[in-house]
């Protein structure tokens, strides 16, 4: 198969280009060619505005759109978040236009990156503990939080885009030893320091990268799957859950506390709705895949750390 991957150079794209290079014939798109050509080995690169675009996207059968702006590189001043809202919207707008603009038969099919965020957030915690979204979950209108309004500006485009074969996959937590969430805690949490923070009761619907890279060979294989998909694995934690099973996997203590005020006072918005709330999601559209890593324990154990 011929894949068309935006946002190659990122943890998940990195993740699936590893995996699928063997076996299928992929093209990245990317800001910066050469950047990519560095970091990414097997694979064709090329930028946004190059003349080969859409021709690279006549010759394929699907494209996985992961753009977007790191969502908790730093404090949410306006200037980020417009970078996160537009980043995400740019890709998605070009390359709905891209696929049509081409004829109906030569339109590969979408898989779009968007996340559990789009749920919105419930008020309380304990609200955030016994509500359970699924993918027949509805959308508030308007967005109660910004992660929820970051989720709508995302998948407004593909909502318009009736014509085409379209995957919204809605991201849990992503866990990998490489980057993301968990890479920042461990450097911590070696030396002894983790912790709850604020509760701690706050729920993590969360998905390791080995099952991200599963789910979407397992959405390739079925050409007749369209819609929402939550990737989140079975088991959701409590913070404190979370901080306690990855520093049992350490063999370090799980006793200092991060309060809610510190985080309020460090991170502002980003600390209130990333860090100090929770979802509770689940995959109800994804119950005939085969969990690599339903629990948690499960991946650590899997996993080396330095």
Partial sequence: M??????????????????????????????NVEKAKKILSGVDSISW???????????????????GENISSS?????????????????????CDVC??????????????????IYGIQTTLEQQQQVTYTEES?????????????????????DKAKELSIIKLRFGVVLSPQG?????????FKLGLGGRIGSGSQPIS??????????????????ELTGAFNLVAPQVLSQYEFARTL?????????????????????????????LSGQRVASMRLNEYSFTYPCLKQALAAWHFQ
């Fill in 206 to 223: 969360w998905i390791a990268i080995d099952d991200v890279v599963g789910v979407i060979a397992y959405l390739m294989e079925r050409e």
């Fill in 100 to 117: 049509l603009a081409l004829p109906p038969e030569k339109r590969p099919r979408l898989m779009n990156a968007s996340a559990i965020g």
């Fill in 138 to 158: 509805l959308i508030p209108e308007p967005s109660n939080d910004f992660l929820s309004y970051v989720g709508c500006q995302w998948e407004e485009r593909l």
């Fill in 75 to 95: 404090r949410w001043s306006q200037r980020v978040k417009n970078k996160i809202i537009d980043s995400r919207a740019y890709a998605t707008h070009k390359i």
């Fill in 247 to 275: 520093a049992k996997k350490l063999k370090r203590p799980c006793i200092f506390p991060l309060p809610a005020w510190v985080v309020k006072l460090l991170f502002g918005q980003m600390g209130e709705e990333l860090l």
């Fill in 180 to 188: 993301g969430m968990l890479a920042k805690l461990l450097p911590s």
């Fill in 49 to 67: 505005d190059s003349p080969m675009l859409e021709k690279a996207f006549e010759a394929s059968q699907l494209v996985i759109n992961l753009v």
């Fill in 2 to 31: 011929r894949i068309i991957i935006a946002g190659g150079t990122g943890l998940i794209g990195q993740a699936l280009i590893n995996a699928f290079k063997e076996k299928h014939d992929i093209t990245v798109i990317t800001r």
